[in-house]
């Protein structure tokens, strides 16, 4: 299995930054994707930014500009740079993985997707 470890969370004022960042630790795994996601009371769990094992990024519509994703492959770490952040942006932010492990014969290589703790973010007006 593959488990992850985030940080970075807390509250900050309008117009402030945050880096959060995602640790993956485990054996027998090669790391896809990695990706952050939000989720605040009421609503769905919405994709925020994402980063490929090649470095290519996604970035939802409200955070393009403002927000930041990078990667350590070598450390299996991604972070996720939060600059001008509004209180829209006040949500609790899941790291998620796509990883692949050993497959069973007969099996795709398909990944597996794993999910962080979670983390708080506070933004104030």
């Known amino acids: 299995q593959v488990q992850l470890v985030e940080s970075g969370g807390g509250l900050v004022q309008a117009g402030g930054s945050l880096r959060l960042s995602c640790t993956a630790s485990g054996s027998s795994f090669s790391v896809d994707t990695m990706g952050w996601y939000r989720q605040a009371p009421g609503r769905r769990r919405e994709l925020v930014a994402s980063i490929t094992d090649s470095g290519s990024t996604n970035y939802a519509d409200s955070v393009k500009g403002r927000f930041t994703i990078a990667r350590d492959s070598a450390k299996n770490t991604a972070y996720l740079q939060m600059n001008s952040l509004n209180a829209a942006d006040t949500s609790v932010y899941y790291c998620?993985?796509?990883?692949?492990?050993?497959?069973?014969?007969?099996?795709?290589?398909?990944?597996?997707?794993?999910w962080g703790q979670g983390t708080q973010v506070t933004v104030t007006s």
């Open positions: 998620n993985v796509k990883a692949f492990t050993l497959t069973p014969v007969g099996h795709l290589p398909v990944p597996d997707s794993y």
